[in-house]
Nanobody, 112 residues
């Protein structure tokens, strides 16, 4: 199993980024997927979750209305569209197949 995140970077407050997580080594369409983040000195937290078909999503209160999780089962990829970014969104963002596998993470820095 491999989960490879991309799309992180430096963005100004109010800006947008789209993270991607390319999955391989398993039948992607069978599994729910999640995005987590970990800021310096803080615990890793769940940001968003999507079911296997993509029809059900859940978000942390801190990102509701700003972030959107989605997936393309034909491309074995899950996305996190992040809008109206704030400095407090700065963290390493991780893709996870719930209960077992993690990606290596991608850094998101929101700063002017």
């Amino acid at each position: 199993v491999q989960l490879v995140e991309s799309g992180g970077g430096l963005v100004q407050p109010g800006g947008s980024l789209r993270l991607s997580c390319a999955a391989s080594g398993f039948t992607f369409r069978w599994y729910a997927m999640s995005w987590y983040r970990q800021a310096p000195g803080k615990e890793r937290e769940l940001v968003a979750h999507i079911n296997s078909a993509g029809g059900s999503t859940n978000y942390a209160d801190s990102v509701k209305g700003r972030f959107t999780i989605s997936r393309d089962n034909a491309k074995n990829t899950v996305y996190l569209q992040m809008n109206s970014l704030k400095p407090e969104d700065t963290a390493v963002y991780y893709c996870r197949r719930p209960s077992d596998y993690w990606g290596q993470g991608t850094q998101v820095t929101v700063s002017s």
